[in-house]
């Protein structure tokens, strides 16, 4: 497959050529097949590097035009793979649907998506939860002046997350804030990639390589089963920390992460199984044991936005309330913290959304359930995670010879 860009060349009544906003095209040529399809952008014809297939870095907006021709590129070449993997042989149309599909909305930048999402978010969070995502969009302002790092959908890598962070901890904070920042931005690309403004997917590696700065041999967080039946049986009142008791538990019975839980549609959950689609057309259909059914069965006579199967909320919404409810249900097993510091901390102060999957992988570990089939049902991209909480679960084994 060979993808080019090119600016319209075209002549007005007078014969002249037409210099100013020309539309881009981009072509992609696979064998036997080339499709034309608009870019979406208009530059003038001294913007345009023909050489380059770029805008040029002088033009104003450059740089946003030019990582949208990268993602343009980006999502091509992921087209290609789907459509590759087909029975039949690829040809124009029905290249050019899945790329339409397949192609994010266009936006003139990084930035002007994160402050969209603080717009569209505002009216819904707390003032708290406001100004630490207006804090953290201040931050990475601020980190792309002194840098110089141009930040773009498309180069939100390990590179990046290497410099994000020493940028924090120069700036003298310490690791468990510069994790909440991290956090924020995950949340933010998160709700970018699921409205189609992303398609980059990098950035999910953030956490495994904050976790791997960290001492490699400290324990996977989880809950114990008893400790669970503590938060599911948790009664306040207040109908939005029961919300987050239900959503949590929901996720530790049947193995789904939050980010694929707040996109769960009503038909996407049933009585018997629920389906985490994925871009691509990939899917996973997870079984629901008794307890996820006992929670999908309170929501689904109750009707949210968009034909949501749950109701929506925010991550840190989900993690103040969790500690909450952990503090009143008596979960005060003393745990590592996040800082790594030598002094324990009540479980409850760590208890986040994030945890829930590694809840659901220890509690079915005990019940013998395969490492092969945990892993297919959390969807991780490999079984070691599963197989260091199983080592995790062994060691806490090993300390009962020591009660002999």
């Known amino acids: 497959m060979r993808i080019r860009y090119y600016i319209e060349r ?3 009544d007078d014969g002249k050529l037409m210099v100013k906003e020309r539309p881009v095209f981009m072509s992609v040529s696979f064998p036997g097949n080339r499709v034309m399809i608009s870019a979406g952008i208009k530059v003038d014809f001294n913007g345009w590097d023909t ?3 770029r805008v040029r870095s002088s033009y104003p907006g450059s740089h946003a035009f030019n990582s949208w021709l990268d993602t343009l590129s980006e999502t091509a070449s992921t087209t290609w793979k789907a459509l590759q993997n087909l029975q039949e042989k690829p040809d124009s ?7 339409q599909e397949l192609k994010p909305k266009f936006s003139s930048g990084f930035f002007d998506v994160f402050y969209l999402f603080m717009e569209k978010g505002s009216s819904r969070w707390s003032l708290s939860t406001y100004r630490k995502v ?3 969009y201040k931050h990475l302002r601020e980190f792309e002046d002194i840098t110089g790092f141009r930040i773009a959908f498309n180069n939100l890598d390990d590179t990046f997350l290497e410099r994000f962070t020493a940028f924090y901890s120069e700036k003298g904070n310490s690791k468990t804030t510069t994790y909440k920042a991290v956090n924020i931005l995950v949340w933010f690309l998160n709700w970018a990639t699921d409205n189609g403004y992303n398609v980059y997917r990098e950035y999910r590696r953030f956490y495994q390589k904050l976790d791997q700065s960290k001492e490699t041999t400290r324990n996977h967080l989880f809950l114990r089963w008893d400790e669970l039946m503590k938060i599911r049986e948790f009664i306040s009142g207040n109908r939005r920390t029961e919300r987050v008791r239900d959503l949590f538990c929901f996720m530790c019975f049947s193995g789904i992460r939050f980010s694929e839980l ?4 009503k038909e996407d959950v049933g009585n018997e199984e629920v389906i985490v689609r994925k871009n691509g057309g990939n899917l996973r259909r997870l079984p629901l044991n008794k307890y996820a059914k006992e929670i999908q069965q309170a929501y689904e006579n109750k009707y949210y936005l968009n034909n949501a199967a749950f109701p929506s909320m925010s991550i840190i919404t ?5 500690r909450l409810i952990g503090k009143e249900a008596g979960l005060n097993r003393e745990v590592i913290p996040v800082s790594g510091d030598d002094a324990k901390v009540p479980l409850y102060e760590r208890l986040t959304a994030g945890i829930a999957v590694n809840t659901f992988i220890a509690n ?7 490492v092969e089939i945990i892993s297919s049902f959390t969807g991780v991209q490999s079984d070691s995670r599963v197989r260091r909480i199983k080592m995790d679960l062994a060691k806490e084994e090993m300390k009962k010879f020591n009660q002999k």
Do not use: S
């Not at 079915?364 to 395969?370: G, Q, R, S, Y």
């Open 134 to 136: 207006r804090t953290i």
């Open 10 to 12: 075209r002549n007005d």
């Open 262 to 265: 707040q996109v769960l549609k």
């Open 51 to 53: 050489e380059l297939q």
């Open 364 to 370: 079915a570990l005990e019940l013998d359930v395969p």
């Open 93 to 99: 149309e029905r290249y050019r649907k899945l790329f």
């Open 318 to 322: 989900m993690n103040k309330y969790l």
